[in-house]
């Protein structure tokens, strides 16, 4: 894949669970993300919530970029509404199970014409829908405070 489609952020522990995602762009907010009780005080959404968020918005984002930018519509404001749902695998590990994401429309379907077009569509161009959906790859590597690498299961990371 091109670096040119690439992205790198970085998380920094706060203090227990805390921890802050300081994005690549400038113009980017931070994010603070915090586990649940009883690990920790909820101060943030966690990991399972926020890849959640990333699929409902990349869902709704997709809607509306075929709505709006290929057929020329004016919908009004999306609102997504996401279920997460946790099981545990064969080992008795807690997991992501599933999501549902149920995307609403401001507009009654008639007033939207095209409708049938993106929705026949727009899934298939949802980047993290379809990427978490077939398996994301993940390299892992764990270094200690003088570099040496201490854990490592995937390809090559730039530090």
């Avoid at 203090?15 to 762009?25: A, H, K, S």
């Avoid at 586990?35 to 966690?46: D, T």
């Amino acid at each position: 894949m091109s670096h040119a489609l690439s992205f790198e952020f970085e998380l920094v522990q706060r203090r227990d669970y805390e921890f802050t995602i300081r994005f690549d762009g400038p113009e980017m907010a931070e994010l603070l993300l915090d586990e649940p009780p009883p690990l920790g005080g909820s101060a943030g959404p966690n990991a399972a919530r926020l890849i959640g968020a990333a699929v409902a918005n990349c869902l709704s984002a997709s809607l509306l970029f075929c709505l709006r930018d290929k057929f020329k519509q004016t919908p009004g404001p999306l609102h997504a509404r996401v279920r997460g749902e946790l099981a545990r695998n064969e080992k008795g590990r807690v997991r992501i199970g599933r999501f549902d994401v149920t995307v609403q429309l401001a507009d009654a379907a008639p007033e939207l014409q095209h409708l049938d077009r993106c929705l026949a569509q727009f899934e298939d161009f949802c980047v993290v829908t379809e990427s978490v959906r077939h398996g994301i790859a993940v390299g892992v590597r764990v270094i200690d405070a003088k570099g040496q690498t201490l854990f490592d299961t995937g390809p090559e990371t730039t530090a």
